[in-house]
């Protein structure tokens, strides 16, 4: 099993800001989600909506608080 890598917060957000990667608030509950969001997040069900078009070469950030 291969472990996920990890990245400071402060350099996830500057890669969000720079559009190098896509910002993900990783709580299925949308009220949590509201409470929680980043500047630049989507919702883990926006997410989910999006995965058939996103490109495969873009990193995307999970967080959670």
């Known amino acids: 099993m291969w472990e996920v890598p990890r990245i ?3 350099d996830a957000r ?10 993900v608030c990783a709580y299925e ?13 989507i919702s883990l069900q926006e ?3 999006l995965v058939p078009t996103l490109d495969r070469r873009k990193e995307i950030v999970f967080y959670c608080a």
């Open 29 to 41: 509950d949308e009220d949590k989600y509201r409470s929680l969001r980043l500047d630049g997040a």
């Open 8 to 10: 400071h917060p402060s």
């Open 47 to 49: 997410f989910r909506a």
């Open 14 to 23: 500057i890669k969000a800001q720079r559009g190098e990667a896509l910002l």
